[in-house]
Structure formats: structure tokens, C-alpha cells
């Protein structure tokens, strides 16, 4: 049944576009804009977010590119999320570079470790070169393992991902007696 509704709902975006897809809106948006809205977005974030799945949707079925298992709102709720959790995650590493202290020179400033704030930066940089690069390639630039073992030169995935996971505890343990008011946001 649900093969029927899914294939009944693309062929009315093919037949009948417009009223298809204020139907999907209807149906699908004001759960984009109540996901969105409890994780510290507004409701210019859901249209935009909302808008750029819905293209995504369209695009995939014009060009049959597009097998659904889900319904069309489950499938649209996947992205959006998705893209939001992107959308987050572009905003915080832009906040963290926007807080960098910068000289004259422009140049980062060290920061001082009698300082009451500190950043969570300083403590990956005490870690060593090693763990610095998977832990920032991987959390900051979004690289996958199979990059990182590739650019460290271990021989496989796992070999990364033990070693990501072994810099992670190092810090942990390096942070653990800070609370969280004593982290710079």
C-alpha cells in the first residue's frame, strides 16, 4: 500500500506540481519548523532548510533518482535534519573562529592557562601533533576515517578510529576538572 501512495504522490508532482507540493508543505513543514525552531533555530532557518529538501526531493524524482521506503515527509524530515545539524555545525566553527583572539600581526593569540575561561582548542593542542590533526580534521573539517588513516598512514579504518578514540579519552581526562561555565563559547 505504502508502494501505491509513494508512487500515486510522484506522479502527481509530475502531473500536477504546484498543488502537490503545498500539499507536502502542508503536511510536512510545521514539523521542519518545530524541529528546527528546539534546536536554537528561527523560522527563516526552517523555510530555508525546509525549501532546500523540498528541491532536493523534486530534483530526485524529475530525474528518477529516487526510491523512497518512507513516506514523503519521513523522507523530507531525513533531510532536513540533516541539514540542519550541518547548518549548526557551520555556525559553531564560525562563532569559534569569530572568538579566536587575534593580534596585530593576525596572528592567534596563545591563550593563558591562568586565565579563568579557557578553550577546549588549548587543550587539543596539548595533546600532541598527532592527536590535534585526526581530532581537528575529523570534528572541525568533517574528514571521514578512511581520509585520515590514509593521510596518518595507518593501515586500515580501525587503526583511526582506535587512535581517534584514544586521543578523545586523553582529553576527556585533560578537561575533566573544568566545568562547563569555565569553557569560552
Same mark, same amino acid.
Given at each position: 500500500?505504502?508502494?501505491?501512495?509513494?508512487?500515486?504522490?510522484? #506522479?502527481?508532482?509530475?502531473?500536477?506540481?504546484?498543488?502537490?507540493?503545498?500539499?507536502?508543505? =502542508?503536511?510536512?513543514?510545521?514539523?521542519?519548523?518545530?524541529?528546527?525552531?528546539?534546536?536554537?533555530?528561527?523560522?527563516?532557518?526552517?523555510?530555508?532548510?525546509?525549501?532546500? =529538501?523540498?528541491?532536493?526531493?523534486?530534483?530526485?524524482?524529475?530525474?528518477?533518482?529516487?526510491?523512497?521506503?518512507?513516506?514523503?515527509?519521513?523522507?523530507?524530515?531525513?533531510?532536513?535534519?540533516?541539514?540542519?545539524?550541518?547548518?549548526?555545525?557551520?555556525?559553531?566553527?564560525?562563532?569559534?573562529?569569530?572568538?579566536?583572539?587575534?593580534?596585530?600581526?593576525?596572528?592567534? &593569540? =596563545? &591563550?593563558?592557562?591562568?586565565?579563568?575561561?579557557?578553550?577546549?582548542?588549548?587543550?587539543?593542542?596539548?595533546?600532541?601533533?598527532?592527536?590535534?590533526?585526526?581530532?581537528?580534521?575529523?570534528?572541525?573539517?568533517?574528514?571521514?576515517?578512511?581520509?585520515?588513516?590514509?593521510?596518518?598512514?595507518?593501515?586500515?579504518?580501525?587503526? #583511526?578510529?582506535?587512535?581517534?578514540?584514544?586521543?578523545?579519552?586523553?582529553?576527556?581526562? #585533560?578537561?575533566?576538572?573544568?566545568? &562547563?561555565?569555565?569553557?569560552?563559547?
Amino acid at each position: 500500500m505504502m508502494s501505491t501512495q509513494r508512487l500515486s504522490m510522484d #506522479a502527481a508532482l509530475l502531473i500536477d506540481r504546484e498543488r502537490t507540493l503545498e500539499r507536502i508543505y =502542508a503536511k510536512t513543514y510545521p514539523m521542519v519548523r518545530h524541529y528546527v525552531k528546539e534546536n536554537r533555530g528561527t523560522d527563516e532557518d526552517a523555510k530555508d532548510i525546509f525549501q532546500e =529538501a523540498l528541491i532536493t526531493y523534486y530534483e530526485k524524482v524529475v530525474y528518477d533518482k529516487l526510491t523512497l521506503t518512507s513516506s514523503v515527509s519521513t523522507y523530507l524530515m531525513g533531510i532536513c535534519k540533516n541539514l540542519w545539524r550541518q547548518e549548526l555545525g557551520k555556525r559553531a566553527r564560525k562563532i569559534g573562529l569569530m572568538d579566536a583572539p587575534v593580534d596585530e600581526v593576525g596572528e592567534e &593569540v =596563545a &591563550v593563558d592557562d591562568e586565565q579563568p575561561t579557557a578553550t577546549l582548542m588549548a587543550f587539543v593542542e596539548q595533546l600532541g601533533e598527532t592527536c590535534r590533526s585526526i581530532l581537528v580534521n575529523f570534528y572541525y573539517f568533517g574528514h571521514r576515517l578512511e581520509q585520515i588513516a590514509e593521510q596518518r598512514g595507518y593501515r586500515s579504518v580501525r587503526s #583511526a578510529t582506535v587512535q581517534k578514540f584514544k586521543c578523545l579519552e586523553r582529553l576527556r581526562k #585533560a578537561v575533566s576538572h573544568l566545568s &562547563v561555565d569555565q569553557f569560552k563559547l
